[in-house]
């Protein structure tokens, strides 16, 4: 059985893209191998990670991310079952979003995904797209 795990949280560092993309490939290595897929925003200091994998995988994941102290008022909004990953094809499972062609890339995604009318996708949806929202 799979799971997702969503949560939200602040960034407690300035976040130069350095830091970010050394961040981010060492997330993308670690998720990779631990067979996880999902998605990890950055925007305006806040993050939203979507981590979706086996129940063992994803909550090592998150216990290792929420202790990690560059981020902070870490909340968890989505952790369900779910029978399938949403994010496995999008772009090699895992990416963090900076800029707004980007963003639109991911909208467009999420609009192709609203088709499957999943009950855990469609809250996942309005998650993501809140957060991105103000974005453009
Ligand atoms: C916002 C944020 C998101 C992160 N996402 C992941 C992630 O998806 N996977 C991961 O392995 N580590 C992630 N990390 C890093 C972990 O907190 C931790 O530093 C890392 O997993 C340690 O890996 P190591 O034991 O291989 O050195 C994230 C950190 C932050 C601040």
Redesign the pocket.
């Known amino acids: 059985m799979l799971k997702t795990i969503c949560y939200i ?1 602040s ?1 407690t560092q300035n976040d130069s893209l350095e830091n970010i993309k050394e ?1 981010y490939s ?2 993308k290595a ?2 990779s191998k ?1 067979n ?1 897929s ?1 998605i ?1 925003i ?1 925007h305006n200091g806040n ?1 939203l ?1 979507v ?1 979706e994998g086996t129940h063992k995988d994803v909550d090592q ?1 998150y216990i ?2 929420s ?2 102290s ?2 902070k008022n870490i909340i968890k909004v989505i952790n369900s079952d779910t029978e399938y990953r949403i994010f496995e094809d999008y772009n090699f499972g ?1 990416t963090i979003l900076r800029d707004s062609s980007e963003f639109k890339e991911l909208k467009s995604y999420l609009n192709w995904l609203k088709n499957a009318n999943h009950k855990i996708t469609n809250e996942l949806i309005t998650m993501v797209e809140n957060f991105i929202r103000t974005i453009g």
């Open positions: 949280s960034s961040m060492k997330a670690n998720n631990n996880i999902g990890l950055y993050y990670q981590l994941t290792r991310i202790k990690d560059r981020h895992f």
